[in-house]
């Protein structure tokens, strides 16, 4: 009883001592609140009067100088920078000021608050209010064993899923393993046959060479041949009258028993001498087919001379013909003439015929290089049949080889493959068994809760058996409580007083948060004088560019310059003023 009255008379201590230090941060606030106000008017004032001095002075210096006007408009301007720079300080300063009280005045109401619920803790309980904790407490221990058990029986259920889900997996990976065996068999019977088939592929030895002919050779005819050479000769046979000095014919055979044999071909020579090596029997066939059809060369010659002598004749022979030609001109010059036109054709027939032997020739040589194109292109292909059968059987080799080490890597996979599967399911059996041994023990331990459970309910009705008995000796202890509850009446009426206090000073506080409100309108104004200012200010820019293109340079009017050092005389008098009021303030 007597710690109650203590700690009663204590926070009512303290209560008084925290109203009366609001108090005086109420008065502190309302002087500095005060100070702001006879500040912000001396500067109204005075910035009233600086602007009536200023559009004074322009008004009586509207004909000065144009230097003078923008020498003192920029000191003006300097000034009024300053003077507005001054003001933003110590608009800052006030808003720091007001933000630190504010702080105070939220701490101190924080330790009100704090002060009020230690009052409320420290006040004495009755039997009842512990009666009524301890039943409290009794059903919180019920309602946490009924929590554990429902606990209980969840992770039961949970781990029943956990055991169906292993089981679940058990027959998935025996699936797997079935599935692999079937693979691995599949896989095993067709390196079988691919071996099986790598064996028939080493034991045939039937081989095919293919070789690229020219079938031109082998469809052309020999009837195309001989028209296609005499249609080239005929053109010149029209223009000659008897006998040819040199045709090329095909088989022709001379009515006389006087010609040149034909001139052998060395194509057909070797090819009748010597047989070539790394030639096929296909290639040869090919060969003696072509040289069948070959068009052979012939050269009819006159029996009495060579073709120079019919060109050029002897001298005496000339003489003689010369005079023969003499003769028949005389006798008939026209027979003459023909005959002479005929020569002519003659000769350009034989010139005709010597660039056609010389094609044919061009022809045979053609053909004799193709030829030993032809043999040296199946050498090659012989040599790459060689190779390529050399090749396809090492690849062979090879490929039985890497199918054997594949079949062996495999067959090594599957039985890594089959243990590690067996370790798996054998894993997975014994995690089954240690979580169906867990499962029995949850259901012990469940069945055990419900003992306990049992228990604690025949507790609680002893339980409330004491408590009916604590009711009628509560009964009794309410007469104690009366007195007790007269002293708590009293203690409540200062608590009451307390609070009273407590709601002035909040009252307070709302007044001051008004204040300080104005105060922040206050400045806002400031804010906004100034903002006009800084427009007066451009007006005068504007002005002074203005009068600098309306003036010239002028000549400095000394009477002017007098009055402008008494303005500055005057500006300087109220700077003096306003740095007196300053340090006063700061005093």
Not at 365 to 390: F, G, P, Y
Not at 431 to 441: D, P, V, Y
Not at 541 to 564: N, P, Q, T, Y
Request: aromatic share 2%.
């Amino acid at each position: 009883m007597r710690m109650a009255v203590t700690t009663a008379a204590s926070t009512s201590s303290d209560i008084s001592g925290l109203a009366d230090q609001l108090v005086q941060k109420e008065i502190d606030y309302n002087e500095l609140q005060a100070l702001f106000t006879k500040y912000k008017l001396k500067q109204k004032v005075k910035y009233d009067k600086l602007r009536d001095e200023v559009l004074a002075y322009i008004k009586k210096t509207a004909t000065s100088s144009d230097k003078e006007n923008n020498a003192l408009l920029m000191i003006r301007v300097s000034e009024t920078e300053a003077k507005l720079e001054e003001a933003e300080r110590r608009n800052e300063a006030l808003n720091r000021e007001l933000q630190r009280r504010q702080t105070q005045i939220n701490d101190q109401t924080i330790l009100l608050k704090n002060l009020e619920d230690q009052v409320r803790a420290r006040r004495p309980m009755t039997e009842m209010e512990r009666s009524e904790r301890r039943r409290m407490n009794e059903l919180v221990d019920m309602e946490s064993v009924h929590a554990q058990m429902t606990y209980k029986d969840e992770r039961i259920i949970e781990l029943n899923n956990v055991i169906l889900d292993k089981e679940r997996q058990i027959l998935d990976l025996q699936e797997l393993v079935r599935e692999h065996d079937e693979v691995a068999s599949s896989k095993k019977q067709a390196m079988r046959l691919v071996q099986k088939r790598f064996e028939e592929l080493d034991s045939k030895t039937h081989r095919t060479i293919g070789t690229e002919t020219d079938f031109s050779l082998l469809n052309g005819s020999p009837s195309h041949a001989r028209s296609r050479h005499e249609g080239a000769s005929t053109s010149f046979s029209r223009a000659i009258r008897g006998t040819s000095p040199g045709r090329a014919v095909r088989g022709h055979q001379q009515s006389h028993g006087t010609s040149s044999p034909p001139p052998l071909d060395p194509s057909e020579d070797t090819l009748d001498d010597e047989d070539q090596p790394g030639t096929s029997n296909l290639v040869r066939r090919l060969m003696e087919e072509k040289r069948k059809k070959k068009l052979r060369v012939t050269f009819d010659l006159p029996a009495s001379g060579s073709l120079e002598s019919i060109l050029h004749p002897p001298s005496e022979k000339r003489k003689e013909e010369e005079k023969i030609e003499a003769i028949e001109k005389a006798v008939d010059p026209v027979n003459h003439e023909e005959r002479q036109r005929e020569i002519d054709e003659f000769a350009s027939a034989v010139q005709a015929l010597t660039t056609e032997n010389e094609r044919l020739r061009g022809v045979v040589d053609e053909q004799s290089t193709e030829l030993v194109e032809l043999r040296a292109n199946a050498s090659e292909a012989d040599n790459e049949a060689s190779r390529v059968q050399k090749e396809n059987k090492s690849a062979t080799a090879k490929a039985r080889v890497v199918a054997q080490a594949r079949i062996k890597d495999l067959e090594d996979k599957m039985a890594e493959l089959n243990k590690s599967l067996s370790t798996q399911i054998e894993s997975l059996q014994m995690e089954n068994e240690t979580l169906r041994s867990t499962r029995e023990w949850e259901i012990e331990e469940n069945a055990k809760m419900r003992q306990r459970l049992a228990k604690t309910l025949e507790k609680n009705n002893k339980l409330h058996g004491e408590v009916e008995a604590s009711l009628v000796t509560n009964c009794e202890l309410e007469t104690r409580m009366l007195a007790e509850q007269e002293v708590m009446q009293r203690m409540m009426e200062d608590l009451e007083d307390a609070e009273r206090i407590i709601v002035q000073q909040d009252d307070d506080k709302a007044q001051m948060a008004e204040d300080m409100e104005l105060m922040r309108g206050a400045i806002i104004a400031q804010e906004q004088f100034i903002e006009v200012l800084e427009a007066d200010i451009v007006i005068y820019e504007e002005h002074i560019g203005i009068l600098r293109e309306s003036l010239g340079a002028s000549k400095v009017d000394h009477r002017d310059l007098i009055r402008s050092k008494a303005f500055e005389a005057k500006l300087r008098a109220l700077e003096e003023e306003k740095q007196e009021i300053a340090r006063t303030r700061h005093a």
